[in-house]
Structure formats: structure tokens, C-alpha cells
């Protein structure tokens, strides 16, 4: 089980309101019709204090979301970025999760979003491990989801958009109802595209395998990071080892 845990703050459109005040109409354009745009962020706790890990990028993939779904957000990336470290620092967190969010909010009645006006949110709570503690030493069972990711002509899978989610929670339910930690789907093409909400990775006899970006997985700024570690390596003539 994951629950959030409060926080004090949530930053709201240039201002810090209190966590119980951040509310959004029924109605919202968001709510029907699942248009709101997100990022995932990890911040660690290091001996230099509280470290947001790849802070830009992450912002710079939510405006791409954003372009793609015609939003248009009016605080740029760097203000962006330093509203999220004083989000961080207000609310005394050494380490969390923030889950900065456009939300598309109440106006438009049917498809054109326009007249619901996008408001940016920046929550951060405190998230253990995605998987649980124990799944960092001892590892997940998962298994190959009936369900796959949809195709790359039907919603952008590089967009971070709400509604493609429920492609994965169909996956993380299937797999926790038989008894997985997690579910890997398959792309339209019968190949491996991605997890509910992790890009996938192999290593055997040191090589490193993932999928490509095809248009059916999320372009995950940790699946960068390790391919740029692994091109360090083999730079160096060094391996992955099998176990990583
Ligand atoms: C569907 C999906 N794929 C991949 C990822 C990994 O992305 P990142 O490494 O940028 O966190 C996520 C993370 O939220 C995701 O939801």
C-alpha cells in the first residue's frame, strides 16, 4: 500500500497555500476527461542536505507534455525549479517525492480544454522506495501483463499525461491480483515496451538491454541516466554486473 502523507505546503500558481486548500472543482477538465499533466520527482536526503535528482529535465519533459496537449504553462522552467526547492525546504523534508501537476480546471464543458485554464500545482510528500523497502535487496516478482501499452498512433506515450494511466493501473491491478509486485506490458507489436510505471531494464553476461523509444513507452529520465552510466562504462571497458 502507498498513502500520501501530508505535507504543510502546496505550491499553487506563484504562492504557497496550505495542503488542505488545494481544491479543484468536480468539474474540472481534468477530472472528466483525465487532461492534467505530471512528473514524478525524487528528492534524497545527502550529506550536502536535501538533493532533487534531474529537477530540470523532469520540468523540461512536464513543458514537452504540455506542448504536445496544447497547454501552456506561464512560469518558465526556471521558476519552476526554484519554486520546487523552496517547496522542499518549507515543508522540512530531508527526503520526498514531488509531483508537480497542470492541471486543466473548471470552464470547458466537452474536448476543446481551452476554456479550463491551467493551474500548476507543486506538491511533495514524503515516498519510500516504489516497491516497498524489502524490493531493493531482495527484488519483485512481476509478470507479463494480458493488457498492452496502447499504440503509438492512439495517445502519445511520451506525453506524461494523466489519462494514460489507466493503462497502467489496469496492469498493476491485474499483477496484484495474481499475486505480482508488478506488470510488464507489452508494446502493440508483441515486443517488451514498459512496466505500469517503470521503464525495464536486462543485464546478462554485462550487456544492457531495454526497450527503444518507439512511441509506446514513457522516455524515463532514469532509463537516460543508466544508459549514460553504462556508455561511462564500456568507455572504460567496464561491465554491469548481472546482479544490478
Ligand atoms: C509509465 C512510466 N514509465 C517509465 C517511468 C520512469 O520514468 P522516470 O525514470 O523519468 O521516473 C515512469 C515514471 O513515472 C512511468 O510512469
Known sequence: MSEIIETEWIWRDGEFIPWA???IHVLSHSVQFG????????????SNGPAIFRLK????????????YHTEIK????????????????????????RPMVVRGYGAAGMMPFESHPEVYLPCWP??????????????DVCVSSWHRAAPNTIPAMAKMAGNYLNS??????????????????????MLSEGSGQNIFLVNRGILYTPSINGTLLPGIT??????????LSKRDMRFPDHA
Open 35 to 46: 487532461s492534467s499533466i505530471f512528473e514524478g520527482i525524487r528528492c534524497y536526503n545527502t
Open 127 to 140: 515516498w519510500g522506495p516504489y516497491l516497498g523497502n524489502s524490493a531493493l535487496e531482495h527484488g519483485v
Open 223 to 232: 532509463r537516460e541516466c543508466i544508459l549514460e552510466l553504462a556508455s561511462l
Open 75 to 98: 512560469f518558465t522552467i526556471e521558476e519552476l525549479a526554484i519554486a520546487c526547492c523552496e517547496l522542499v525546504i518549507r515543508n522540512g523534508v530531508d527526503a520526498c517525492y514531488l
Open 57 to 68: 529535465d523532469h520540468l523540461q519533459r512536464l513543458y514537452n507534455s504540455c506542448k504536445i
Open 21 to 23: 486548500s488545494a481544491h
Open 169 to 190: 493501473q489496469l496492469i498493476k491491478m491485474e499483477a496484484s491480483a495474481n499475486g505480482f509486485a508488478e506488470g510488464i506490458a507489452l508494446g502493440s507489436d508483441g
